[in-house]
Structure formats: structure tokens, C-alpha cells
């Protein structure tokens, strides 16, 4: 089984500051890792995920996020945000193979203040 | 085009009432899933529809009970709607179930017991 850890539940950052949301994952197989964001009564979109390959993905909206086997992390950065970034970010993991369940972080609240 | 669109978009019912959430995906994918957000924001898989077939059934009480007409459908009927149900309700799609897929979320329902 799988589990996910996102270290904060709430970050507030000024505008145009950089940004680290924080995510841990456990399992006993090899992952695939996503980060997910909800925009206010909205539903989840995709920001970027890791199959294979390089550690440092880019995504969306200027986010890159690093794959850290060692450390199973896989945290969400940003240099500089913006007030349209203000949002509940989630890290998830499906299990490699033909494994169909996502499982999802408890999120991280992102808010970003002028 | 909406890619995986839901009915209703907010729903309030008495406890003991029958509902039907329905969840519609344009995108050709054969994968579709039916998620629970809770009051703190987490979320938590509930059945998964593969070819129109039951593969992901996360200990649900039997009051769900979700129908797959089609690929392109996925509906969820509750039954004794109880005070606990109250929540968010996600459909998503993927082209495939594989572990890497990415996952299209609908809008949510937003479901209140009273």
C-alpha cells in the first residue's frame, strides 16, 4: 500500500516570493508521483506528475517539482508566485504497473497575500 | 467542450432520501473513477470503472452504489442518504488505468444531508 505525506497544511507567501509545498510518499513498489491543484469550488487539474527519467519536472504555471528517491520526496517549488496561485495544492501516488488507484496527500492550502 | 461533466452541480437532501450524482467524460477514456472530498478537504477514492467493469471498490457502505452504462458514463446512487455523506463528490476519467495515467476531474458535486 501507499501513502502520502504533505508536511504543511497551510503556507501563506507574499507576492513574488518563492515557494516550497513539501510532500513525502511511502510504498513498497516503485511510484509514479503527481501534484494536483483545486482552485476555489473547482475541481482538481493536473500540474505535473513523475513517471521515469529526470528528477526535475516541469509543469504548469511555472511549478517544477524533484523527484527524490532517497528521501521519497516529491516537493512542489515555485519561484515567484502570483496572487492567481492561491489555491489547495495535493501530492499524490499510483503504484507502478497496472495499479488504478490514485491516493491522494491531505493538500496544502497556498495562499498568497499582496 | 466540458471534458467530464457532472449533475447536479449542488444537491441538498433530508436524511433517508435516495440521490443520484451523474458524471459524463467526452474524452474517449475507457477509465473512470468517483471520488469523496471531505470538510477538511481530503480526498479519498471510492470506485474505479474499467471498460464498464467494477475494478476499485474502497470500503463504500452498500448505500452507494455506482452504474457504469457506458464508457463515457458514471453514475452514483445513494441510498439512506445519512448526515455523514455530506461532502464533495469527484468524477474523474483517464485514458487507461495504468499507474501513470492522468487523471481528468470533473467540476464536483457538492452534497448536503440536512
Known amino acids: 500500500a501507499q501513502s502520502v505525506t504533505q508536511l504543511d497544511s497551510q503556507v501563506p507567501v507574499f507576492e513574488e516570493a518563492p515557494v516550497e509545498l513539501r510532500c513525502n510518499y511511502s510504498?513498497?513498489?516503485?511510484?509514479?508521483l503527481f501534484w494536483y491543484v483545486q482552485y476555489p469550488n473547482q475541481g482538481l487539474q493536473l500540474l505535473l506528475k513523475?513517471?521515469?527519467?529526470?528528477?526535475l519536472v516541469k509543469g504548469i504555471n511555472g511549478f517544477e517539482a524533484e523527484f527524490n528517491k532517497s528521501q521519497t520526496s516529491f516537493h512542489l517549488r515555485k519561484p515567484s508566485v502570483h496572487i492567481s496561485d492561491t489555491a489547495e495544492y495535493f501530492c499524490?501516488?499510483?503504484?507502478?504497473?497496472?495499479?488504478?488507484?490514485?491516493?491522494f496527500g491531505k493538500g496544502t492550502l497556498l495562499t498568497v497575500n499582496p | 467542450d466540458t471534458a467530464v461533466s457532472q449533475t447536479p452541480k449542488y444537491l441538498v437532501t433530508q436524511m433517508g432520501n435516495d440521490k443520484s450524482i451523474k458524471c459524463e467524460q467526452n474524452?474517449?477514456?475507457?477509465?473512470m473513477y468517483w471520488y469523496k472530498q471531505d470538510s477538511k478537504k481530503f480526498l479519498k477514492i471510492m470506485f474505479s470503472?474499467?471498460?464498464?467493469?467494477?475494478?476499485i471498490n474502497e470500503t463504500v457502505p452498500n448505500r452507494f452504489s455506482p452504474k457504469s452504462p457506458d464508457k463515457a458514463h458514471l453514475n452514483l446512487h445513494i441510498n439512506s442518504l445519512e448526515l455523514g455523506d455530506s461532502a464533495v463528490y469527484f468524477c474523474?476519467?483517464?485514458?487507461?488505468?495504468?499507474?501513470?495515467?492522468?487523471?481528468?476531474f470533473g467540476p464536483g458535486t457538492r452534497l448536503t444531508v440536512t
Open positions: 499524490a501516488v499510483s503504484a507502478g504497473g497496472s495499479n488504478y488507484k490514485l491516493t
Open positions: 470503472y474499467n471498460n464498464k467493469e467494477l475494478i
Open positions: 513523475y513517471l521515469s527519467g529526470s528528477t
Open positions: 474524452l474517449g477514456h475507457d477509465t
Open positions: 474523474a476519467s483517464s485514458q487507461d488505468g495504468v499507474g501513470g495515467a492522468e487523471q481528468y
Open positions: 510504498s513498497s513498489v516503485s511510484v509514479y
